[in-house]
């Protein structure tokens, strides 16, 4: 069986019920998450085997953190316990014309103040086939970015499938280090490319436009810097207000363009970790199917995920299979 391993921070959310603001509430739920916790779970919920590597607090939240990991069935045997706390972050969910807000409290989370030598990579690793990051890990501070550079090596030598999602978000940025250098140092040791334009244009230093034609002609130049990916998949929001959306999805395997049709979400549940969702589809999908059902595949996980309240997909394959037969009526299985 494939096993996939993930490397970021586990978050705990918080978030008044409903679409409230926190002026309107006393009350708050609770969830874990984090980009790559998300992923994680995606694919276990899909029957694929996950190792997440992280490191969290060791307190009753980190005890609580770790046991939802392993109800999903993600191996929780590379994480590393810190005297330092989980970092948070607070959501207020938009709904129609007004859209959510989030605050995030991750300076000197237990994750943040990860250093390489707190992880043993050749166990994590083993047994792996497919490893799995993003742009928010090396974002976060520079212990995060040489443990993953330590990983990614091993990786590389072990010759293991490598999917990057640089999910840049420039906010995040806080220690000094140059975005564009430090995720270019990071890229070559991937295989595969799950981003879209903004993510090429941030690594590449251009200004590609969004068009098909752009997306291609950005993926080439990417595929040309860094020659050992060898495929770019892009998941398109087409935003009619905060509670509607579309979702389709493209990609460029090196000679072939191709893309879906669009999946019309009327009705917004939670937005958090869709593109998580996309990215965990992909990634079982390219583990089980040819290139475009994979996409096929990750773009319905995604469509599912905003069913969902919370920061994870609960979906199985069988669910999302329904979505690409044709089944979007939401009728009841009886």
């Known amino acids: 069986?494939?096993?996939t391993v993930t490397?970021?921070?586990?978050?705990?959310?918080?978030?008044?019920?409903g679409n409230k603001k926190?002026?309107?509430?006393?009350?708050?739920?609770f969830y874990f998450g984090g980009t790559e916790v998300n992923?994680?779970?995606?694919?276990?919920?899909?029957g694929g085997k996950v190792r997440h590597v992280s490191s969290i607090s060791d307190d009753f939240i980190g005890d609580t953190a770790k046991s939802y990991l392993r109800k999903f069935g993600v191996s929780t045997s590379a994480i590393v316990r810190s005297k330092r706390p989980l970092g948070v972050y607070f959501l207020e969910v938009g709904a129609v014309m007004r859209p959510?807000?989030?605050?995030?409290?991750?300076?000197?989370?237990?994750f943040s103040e990860i250093t390489p030598d707190m992880v043993d990579w050749e166990k994590s690793l083993r047994k792996c086939t497919w490893f799995h990051w993003t742009g928010i890990t090396p974002a976060l501070s520079e212990g995060g970015y040489l443990t993953l550079k330590k990983g990614l090596k091993l990786a590389k030598e072990k010759g293991i499938e490598v999917s990057v999602d640089p999910t840049y978000r420039s906010g995040l940025w806080k220690y000094g280090a140059?975005?564009?250098?430090?995720?270019?140092?990071?890229?070559?040791?991937?295989?595969?490319?799950?981003?879209?334009?903004?993510?090429?244009?941030?690594?590449?230093?251009?200004?590609?436009?969004?068009?098909?034609?752009?997306?291609i002609e950005a993926s080439k130049a990417l595929i040309k810097k860094f020659p050992s990916i060898k495929k770019t998949f892009d998941k398109i929001r087409t935003p009619i207000n905060a509670s509607w959306h579309k979702i389709r999805s493209r990609m460029w395997n090196g000679s072939e363009f191709r893309e879906t049709t669009d999946l019309d979400i009327t009705h917004i549940v939670d937005r958090i970790g869709t593109g998580d969702a996309f990215a965990g589809g992909l990634i079982y999908g390219l583990?089980?199917?040819?290139?475009?059902?994979?996409?096929?595949?990750?773009?319905?996980?995604?469509?599912?995920?905003h069913t969902y309240e919370g920061d994870v997909n609960f979906s199985n394959v069988d669910e999302v299979m329904n979505i690409l037969g044709g089944n979007t009526s939401g009728r009841f299985n009886r």
């Open 1 to 3: 069986m494939n096993q």
């Open 7 to 17: 490397f970021g921070e586990v978050l705990m959310r918080l978030s008044p019920e």
């Open 22 to 29: 926190f002026m309107q509430s006393n009350r708050l739920e």
């Open 39 to 46: 992923v994680a779970i995606s694919i276990a919920n899909f």
């Open 100 to 110: 959510s807000s989030i605050s995030y409290n991750r300076s000197h989370s237990a």
């Open 178 to 215: 140059n975005p564009q250098e430090t995720l270019s140092d990071l890229m070559d040791y991937c295989t595969i490319f799950i981003g879209g334009i903004n993510e090429m244009n941030e690594v590449l230093g251009t200004n590609y436009k969004y068009s098909n034609e752009d997306f």
């Open 287 to 305: 583990q089980h199917f040819d290139d475009y059902k994979a996409m096929e595949f990750a773009a319905a996980a995604s469509a599912l995920k």
